[in-house]
C-alpha cells in the first residue's frame, strides 16, 4: 500500500511540474470540424484513418509571415482552409494549424492539443509538432520568443519522450538530415515548397540555448 502512494504521488507530482512551469494562454482552434477535415487529410497523405498524433518524433520550427499577434492567432482559427490559399486548396481542405503560438514578447499560446495532428510541415504532420513565431521575418524574431521556444521543448521532451528531432521549417526537405527518413507523401502530385522560416540564425542561436541552459541536444 505505502509503494502504491508512493507512485501515485510520483505520478501527481510529475504531472504537476509539468502543468505549471510556465504559463501558456489558450486560443483553442480544435474543433470536431477541424478533426474531421484532419483526418481526410491524413488519409489522402499518409494512409491512416484518423488526425490523432500518436508518439510524435519531432519539433518544427515556423515564424508566420504575418506581422501581429492577433493577425496570426486568427489565420489559424477557421477550420477550414481559405479559398486564397490556392496553392494548399487542391491538398485538402483542413486550414493550416499549429500546437503553438510564440509572440514577439515570448507569450506562448496553446492552439491544439500534442495529441492532435495539425497541418503545417508538407510530409511530416503525422508525426510532428509546430510552433510558430510572430514575425514578418526572420529579422524580426526576438531573444524573449528563443527563450519561449526553449521551454516549450523542455516540456514537450518531458511529455514526449519519443521526440527526437528538432528543425526549422526551411530544414524540412533536407534529405541529408536524419528526420528526413520520416518523410511521407502518398499523394506525389504535392510538391514541397522552399521554405525560409523561421532561418538559420534563429534555429542556431535557439539550438544553443537548448545545449547550455537545459542540457538539450536533438537530432536534425
Known amino acids: 500500500m505505502i509503494r502504491l502512494i508512493g507512485i501515485f504521488l510520483l505520478c501527481l507530482f510529475s504531472t504537476l511540474s509539468f502543468s505549471y512551469t510556465f504559463e ?13 477535415l484532419m483526418k481526410a487529410y491524413s488519409k489522402q497523405h499518409y494512409g491512416l484513418n484518423h488526425a490523432n498524433l500518436i508518439d510524435p518524433q519531432m519539433i518544427v520550427i515556423h515564424y508566420t509571415a504575418i506581422p501581429t499577434l492577433e493577425s496570426s492567432l486568427k489565420a489559424f482559427k ?26 514577439r514578447d515570448g507569450e506562448i499560446y496553446t492552439l491544439l492539443p500534442t495529441t492532435l495532428m495539425g497541418r503545417h510541415t508538407v510530409g511530416f504532420n503525422y508525426t510532428a509538432i509546430g510552433i510558430e513565431n510572430v514575425s514578418s521575418s526572420g529579422d524580426g524574431l526576438t531573444d ?15 511529455k514526449h519522450p519519443t521526440i527526437r528531432y528538432l528543425i526549422g521549417h ?3 526537405m533536407n534529405q541529408r538530415y536524419p528526420h528526413f527518413k520520416l518523410f511521407k507523401a502518398l499523394d506525389k502530385s504535392y510538391t514541397p515548397k ?16 537548448l545545449k547550455k541552459d537545459y542540457g538539450i541536444v536533438l537530432l536534425k
Not at 501558456?24 to 474531421?36: A, D, L
Not at 490556392?86 to 486550414?95: C, F, K
Not at 522552399?194 to 540555448?209: E, N, S
Request: positive net charge; aromatic residues 12%.
Open 78 to 103: 477557421s477550420a477550414k482552409i481559405p479559398s486564397f490559399r490556392d496553392q494548399l486548396t487542391p491538398y485538402g481542405d483542413v486550414n493550416v494549424g499549429v500546437h503553438f503560438v510564440v509572440s
Open 24 to 36: 501558456t494562454k489558450n486560443y483553442p482552434i480544435h474543433s470536431k470540424e477541424r478533426y474531421e
Open 144 to 158: 524573449k520568443q528563443i527563450e519561449a521556444n526553449a521551454m516549450i521543448i523542455d516540456q514537450l521532451l518531458f
Open 170 to 172: 526551411m530544414e524540412y
Open 194 to 209: 522552399i521554405k525560409v522560416d523561421p532561418g538559420f540564425k534563429f534555429l542556431k542561436r535557439l539550438r544553443h540555448h
